[in-house]
């Protein structure tokens, strides 16, 4: 069996990376990048760096055209990405999704991961939503829920030939370091925050749940920042 | 509400097409016609006249190298669609996809489509699946039970911003030539034939169920065969 990664060169996709790699083999593996955008385009460099760092191919793919149009704060040319923890954005937004929420980003990113996939022969896609930016609704299309309905679409649709791996779907972002500490994966390399720039701002909501999270496991974070 | 319409330029999105035309005024709806490498590429041609024949904005967006790999017989440089009816395709498969199954096409297309839709604020997409092409499991993408699935994915997915308007989900192609020709849709304008050329081939799947469809309604279909 071969898997599909979907790699943002983040900290949760490249434990992802890391979990599919000790399951099938560095062989079996193929890491998918896509770029949206997204201010942040940083991110390819480390989705970069981290697929060489496991001998993985990477594909990378545009989409931001689809975007055209969208208010997005994560995507170029738009308002400034917040600087404000998730939970002041959630409790603010009382239920509405976060201003960096990219529309149905994951599900057309589970889609076009799930034809790549069965048009080069992979039963598995690996993507590394997780319980925090599902909070509160900040980033619907990273909720338990639509896990559910997306897997369910994706498995019909493609007549079994392909599921989705969701191994942090329960999981906050702490475990995830913790699981991917343990598994050496290679953090200086990867990059999380949403503003441009040559260091991470560690203002956005990223920033600050990514420290907190090397900080609860009693790490520290790799990265410097500015 | 503003609505965008999945057009492949063939009868079935078409006459939908014209059924959003008719519930939120042409000023409302946005079509969106999505090129992936298909052999007719000649459909574009026809959504292109069918949008023009009713004044609306027609969306292009290209995604073909997401099924590099697929063996499908739909796709330019692969082995030749089959003249065969799909009758007769679903018995010799027994329960497997025909080969003209696109890699979770339509689940690709919504998933496109519904990151458009909400980054151009249309709160409904409109496509236009149907029970023949889902029959016998000929191709899984247009079933029901997939419809439900990626229907919830969505809606959660963005938060409700958006939704599927399936309105053929559950009828068949002669039951959609009897609503299109009462809406007069310009069938003569539309394009259904699998195989490249001038004029259909009138052997493939599609022709055979188009032509067929035609003669139930005791109509004659306005193209005119090889």
């Not at 993985?56 to 404000?84: A, R, W």
């Not at 897997?151 to 030939?161: L, M, R, V, W, Y």
């Not at 420290?211 to 990265?223: Q, R």
Request: hydrophobic share 35%; proline share 4%.
């Amino acid at each position: 069996m071969k898997a599909l990664v979907l790699l943002s060169g983040g900290l949760d996709s490249s434990t992802c990376l890391a979990l599919a790699v000790k399951e099938y083999g560095v062989e079996n593996v193929i890491a998918l990048s896509l770029s949206y955008g997204q201010k942040h385009i940083r991110e390819i460099k480390a989705a970069e760096d981290v697929a060489k760092h496991y001998g993985v191919e990477l594909m990378t793919y545009d989409v931001k055209d689809i975007f055209k149009g969208s208010e997005c704060t994560l995507l170029d040319g738009n308002e400034d990405v917040p600087t404000e923890s998730y939970a002041a954005q959630i409790q603010r937004l009382n239920g509405k999704p976060v201003s960096t929420y990219v529309p149905f980003r994951n599900g057309l990113f589970l889609a076009v991961a799930a034809s790549m996939a069965i048009s080069k022969g992979c039963g598995v896609i690996y993507y590394g939503a997780h319980k925090d930016d599902a909070a509160g609704n900040a980033y619907p299309d990273c909720s338990i829920d639509f896990h559910i309905a997306m897997t369910k679409a994706i498995e019909i649709g493609s007549d079994k030939a392909v599921t989705i791996c969701d191994p942090f779907i329960d999981k906050t972002k702490a475990d995830i370091v913790k699981i991917g500490t343990e598994l050496k994966v290679p953090y200086q390399k990867t990059w999380s925050c949403y503003k441009g720039g040559d260091k991470p701002c560690g203002r956005c909501g990223t920033c600050i749940d990514r420290i907190k999270a090397f900080e609860l496991n009693g790490i520290k974070d790799p990265l410097k920042y500015n």
